[in-house]
């Protein structure tokens, strides 16, 4: 009874861990554009058990005029949606616009969306417009709303690049580029391993304003210039008001200016710590000219703050503090990857072995998006010989770990028809009968028709180029050069393939 009650239990832990299997909602390019998206997502209603995920394969989408209103910003409305890319260098959503400001410029715009999820994608803001005091183009704003997760996420844009203004954020991996204040506003953000690269020389990367409990929390980023001159010139942040950012393990590649903070903004901060900061070579950054006393240029705050940290101060801004709130939100159990599938071909199909926690498998035809499937196996119809598949296996938040191991397509198992241990059809041979005959040293394939259907057959090199075709009559190999091919034969909906060997 005890060995029951605990195989039970095992079965129900089992299941309960097992994500549901489910396709992507929607792919731009595919089954529409952006738009399109937007409002299938809309319509869809998604709620925290009923996910919808967008997949943009790789190339560059300039939204300006897709989504975008009349200064090109987009607004991006309903919560629970996934939005997932195939890669962050070659998946690209941009935009273009004809004005500055914090408020109007985003590439993305999140209203007051919760539970997001993005991965491998790069959000780009184009917009060189300007004014004499400010050139504030915005590559994705939050403007509240809470849980939003960010997984190899490249923002890329000049002054505020990354607009916050409350609610949770966690975000893994990825990069964010700018001049000045490109990652501002308020809320409680987590940052594990994102990289920061200051394009200009002399300016600021946060600008915290009215942070919640916590504030911008960085924690093995690493700090880069885009250009060497630009090094020991820019600040770790000013305070727009209030400010709370906190440096934790940063690997330093480029260097602040000595002071590290700037000495005002609006108002003084009210938390300004860095802990054990390195440079490119792993080396402790001398930080003993670090400010300690600030004051509001605005509002005629001053604050003098311990600055340089040790252990004890770090320690309590771990993630689960910063982030868990009353709920114990844990998003990066949420970014965990599903290992990649071990593939093989099998007769004209790709299969590998089934994985519980993969939510759907995405097929890469020579490294472009083919489709996506709940099974473990895809159909080789219509894909041509050599060609490299690999497979992809999506979270439960849709997002793709590393690709398989790469097979080329050969449709069937190769082998001599005649040592009859080709990869033989049943039904199928019905309709394409191998007679076997050898005139000349010429393999002979005839192919009868019945009266219920026209056949179509087609032969392919091992290159993928179709080189003979016929349909509704007998067909041979004479002719056709010795080697192995590939023989498609169509009757009706149903197709079988075969490899033969022409001697």
Not at 374 to 380: A, D, I, K, T, Y
Not at 461 to 483: C, F, Q, W
Request: proline share 3%; with cysteine; net charge negative.
């Amino acid at each position: 009874m005890k060995k029951f009650v605990f195989c039970l239990l095992v079965a129900l832990v089992a299941s309960a861990s097992a994500v549901e299997k489910k396709k992507i909602d929607f792919v731009v390019g595919v089954d529409g554009d952006f738009k399109a998206a937007i409002a299938a997502a809309s319509n869809s209603k998604p709620s925290a058990s009923n996910r919808f995920v967008i997949f943009f394969p790789d190339g560059e989408y300039d939204i300006t005029k897709v989504t975008g209103d009349e200064h090109g910003k987009t607004v991006f409305s309903p919560s629970h949606v996934s939005i997932v890319g195939q890669s962050i260098d070659k998946t690209i959503i941009s935009n273009t616009t004809d004005t500055e400001g914090i408020g109007t410029t985003a590439t993305l715009y999140f209203p007051k969306n919760s539970d997001m999820y993005m991965q491998d994608i790069t959000l780009q803001n184009k917009s060189t417009y300007s004014t004499e005091n400010a050139a504030r183009q915005v590559a994705l704003q939050q403007n509240s709303g809470d849980k939003f997760i960010y997984k190899n996420v490249r923002l890329l844009s000049g002054q505020d690049t990354y607009y916050t203004k409350s609610g949770r954020a966690y975000w893994e991996g990825g990069e964010i580029d700018g001049t000045v204040d490109f990652i501002c506003g308020g809320g409680d953000v987590f940052f594990e391993g994102t990289r920061l690269v200051m394009t200009r020389n002399g300016g600021y990367i946060t600008a915290s304003q009215n942070p919640d409990n916590w504030g911008y929390v960085f924690n093995n980023t690493t700090i880069d210039v885009s250009n060497g001159s630009y090094n020991g010139t820019f600040y770790l942040g000013r305070s727009w008001g209030n400010a709370k950012v906190v440096f934790l393990n940063t690997k330093m590649v480029a260097q602040p200016h000595p002071d590290g903070w700037y000495k005002n903004m609006n108002s003084a901060p009210v938390i300004y710590g860095e802990y054990n900061s390195r440079d490119g070579n792993g080396n402790l950054v001398n930080t003993s000219s670090r400010r300690t006393y600030f004051d509001g240029s605005k509002d005629g705050s001053t604050a003098t703050l311990k600055t340089v940290w040790d252990a004890n101060d770090a320690a309590k801004y771990t993630l689960a503090n910063v982030l868990g709130g009353s709920d114990s939100w844990a998003p990066n159990e949420l970014t965990v990857q599903v290992e990649a599938p071990r593939i093989e071909q099998k007769g004209a199909e790709i299969v590998w072995a089934d994985n519980e926690k993969a939510r759907y498998w995405a097929v890469f035809v020579n490294d472009q998006y083919q489709t996506n499937v709940v099974s473990p196996s895809f159909s080789l119809e219509g894909v041509a010989v050599g060609s490299k598949v690999t497979v992809r296996a999506a979270n439960s938040m849709g997002g793709l770990g590393d690709y398989s191991n790469e097979v080329v397509s050969t449709d069937a198992v190769i082998a001599d028809e005649d040592s009859g241990s080709a990869n033989d059809s049943t039904e199928e041979d019905a309709a394409a009968k191998n007679d076997g005959k050898e005139t000349a040293g010429i393999h002979l394939v005839e192919i009868r028709p019945d009266n219920s259907a026209a056949i179509r057959v087609r032969f392919f090199d091992t290159a993928g180029k179709l080189v003979r075709e016929t349909i509704g009559r007998p067909v041979s190999t004479n002719g056709l050069s010795s080697g192995i091919y590939v023989l498609q034969v169509r009757k009706g909906p149903a197709t079988f393939r075969k490899i033969v060997r022409v001697k």
